[in-house]
C-alpha cells in the first residue's frame, strides 16, 4: 500500500494535486489561497528549475510583464509622494502591495509552463471543481429549505453564504467553476444516447441555476446565463438547444420568483438599481452634476473621481482609498468594477495595457479558432475563455481586480487560455 502510494506520488502528480486544490481553497479562503499558490510555485521551480529557466517569452508575455514593472514603478512613485506630504495619510501598504502582486507573474509563467508541457492534468482539475460545485450547491439548497447550511451556519434573510460563513459570494463562485461540471461530465460518463446527455445536463443545469439564484448573488446570476448563451452561439450543434434551455432558464427563476419572499424581494431591487445607473449614466453624460442615489452608483462615480487625481499612471495597488476621500466622503476600499480600479490604480497607461491584454486572449483563443468540437482534449480552451469573457466583461459590478481571490483565479485562467491557444497554434 505504502509503495503504491509512492510510485503514484512523482513530480507531475504532486503538482497535480496541488492545482487541483485550488477550487477547495476558494472555498476555505485568502489564507489557503495564498498557500496553494505558494507550493504551485514552490514545487514546480522545485522540480522543473532547469527547464524553467529557458522559458523564452512571447510578445505577450512581454507586455504583461510591462503591466507587472508599470505597478511597482507607479507604486514605489506614489509611496514616495504621500510620504512627503505630510496632510495626507502615509500608507506604505501602496508600494508593499505592488511588490507582492508580482507572485500573480510568476504564478502566471509556472502555470504557462506546466500547461504548454503536458504537466497539467485537466481531468484532475476539472474533477476537484466538478465535485466543489456540487458540493456548495447542495449546502446552498439545505440552508435554503432548512434555514442552516452542514456546517450550522444561518440563513440570512436578503442573501445565502452556503459553506462561505458570512461572506456571501457563493453565486459567484458557482459561475465561476460549474463550467468545468458540464464539460467534465459527458467526457466521463459515456453517454451514447444524445437526449440522455442533454437531460442529464439539464439536470445539472437545472440543479447550480437554482443554486445560483436563491444566493441572492444577482450578477453572477446573469453573468451565468451570458455565460451559457455564448456557449450556444460558439457551438453549431448546441444551437438547436438554445430555446429549450432558455425556457428552463425562465422557468427556473419565475417559479423560484412566485415561491420566495427573499428572491422576489431583491429582483425588484436590483431592477431599481439598474433604472437609478441608466438615469446616472444619462446625467453624466450630458454633463449635469450626477445624483448618487445609491451604493453602486457611488461606488462607480468614485472610481472616476480617484482616477482623475492621475490621470497618466495611477496612483498605486491599493491606492483607491486615499485618493477617493480627497474627492468624497465615505469611500469604500475599491470602486466595485475591474476597469475603474485600474484606471484609478494604474492610470489610462495601466488601463491600455490591460484591455490589449484581454483583448489579445479573446481574438487569439475565440476570434481565430475553429468551432467547438465534442471531444475532451480538443475542447479544452472553451472552458477557459468563456470563463474569461464574462469575468473582464466591462459592465458588471466586481470586487476588487488586486485582491488574493480575483487575482489567482484571473491570472489562472489567463495562464491556461494563453497556453492552450499557443499549442493549438
Not at 521551480?45 to 508575455?61: A, P
Not at 460549474?178 to 442529464?200: D, E
Request: with cysteine; aromatic share 22%.
Amino acid at each position: 500500500m505504502a509503495e503504491a502510494l509512492f510510485r503514484y506520488l512523482n513530480q507531475k502528480n504532486i503538482i497535480n494535486l496541488t492545482i487541483s486544490f485550488l477550487p477547495v481553497s476558494f472555498i476555505a479562503g485568502n489564507l489557503l489561497i495564498n498557500l496553494n499558490l505558494f507550493l504551485i510555485i514552490f514545487l514546480s521551480i522545485s522540480f522543473y528549475w532547469r527547464e524553467i529557466v529557458e522559458i523564452k517569452f512571447s510578445l505577450f508575455d512581454k507586455i504583461l510583464i510591462l503591466l507587472f514593472v508599470l505597478a511597482l514603478i507607479t507604486g514605489l512613485t506614489n509611496s514616495v509622494k504621500l510620504f512627503e506630504s505630510p496632510e495626507y495619510i502615509i500608507d506604505k501598504n501602496i508600494f508593499l502591495k505592488s511588490f507582492l502582486f508580482l507572485r500573480y507573474l510568476i504564478f502566471y509563467f509556472i502555470l504557462k509552463f506546466l500547461v504548454t508541457k503536458e504537466i497539467f492534468n485537466f481531468r484532475f482539475f476539472f474533477l476537484s471543481s466538478s465535485i466543489c460545485v456540487l458540493f456548495v450547491s447542495i449546502d446552498l439548497i439545505i440552508q435554503f429549505f432548512t434555514g442552516r447550511d452542514l456546517f450550522g451556519y444561518e440563513k440570512q434573510p436578503h442573501k445565502l453564504s452556503g459553506p462561505f460563513g458570512d461572506e456571501y459570494i457563493a453565486g459567484s463562485y458557482l459561475q465561476r467553476f460549474s463550467i468545468f461540471l458540464f464539460f467534465f461530465f459527458p467526457f466521463l460518463i459515456n453517454f451514447k444516447n444524445r437526449k440522455l446527455l442533454i437531460l442529464f445536463l439539464s439536470l445539472i443545469f437545472l440543479i447550480i441555476f437554482f443554486s445560483i439564484i436563491i444566493s441572492g448573488n444577482r450578477m453572477p446570476m446573469i453573468l451565468f446565463i451570458l455565460m451559457f448563451s455564448t456557449l450556444f452561439i460558439i457551438e453549431r450543434k448546441l444551437r438547436k438547444y438554445f430555446l429549450f434551455f432558455s425556457f428552463l432558464s425562465l422557468l427556473i427563476f419565475f417559479l423560484t420568483y412566485q415561491f420566495s419572499f427573499q428572491v422576489e424581494k431583491f429582483t425588484i431591487h436590483f431592477i431599481g438599481l439598474i433604472n437609478q445607473i441608466f438615469l446616472f449614466l444619462v446625467e453624466f453624460f450630458q454633463g449635469q452634476e450626477p445624483k448618487l442615489t445609491n451604493t453602486y452608483i457611488k461606488e462607480f462615480y468614485s472610481g472616476y473621481l480617484a482616477w482623475k487625481q492621475n490621470i497618466l499612471f495611477g496612483g498605486g495597488i491599493d491606492s483607491f482609498y486615499l485618493n477617493c476621500v480627497k474627492s468624497i466622503e465615505f469611500c469604500a476600499s475599491h470602486p466595485h468594477n475591474y476597469y475603474l480600479e485600474i484606471l484609478s490604480e494604474l492610470g489610462i497607461v495601466g488601463f491600455f495595457i490591460s484591455v490589449f491584454i484581454f483583448f489579445y486572449v479573446i481574438y487569439f483563443t475565440f476570434i481565430k479558432r475553429g468551432e467547438l468540437t465534442m471531444n475532451f482534449d480538443k475542447n479544452l480552451i472553451y472552458p477557459f475563455l468563456l470563463i474569461f469573457l464574462v469575468e473582464v466583461f466591462p459592465f458588471k459590478s466586481t470586487g476588487s481586480f488586486f485582491t488574493t481571490g480575483n487575482a489567482t483565479f484571473i491570472f489562472f485562467i489567463l495562464a491556461v487560455s494563453i497556453a492552450l491557444s499557443k499549442k493549438a497554434n
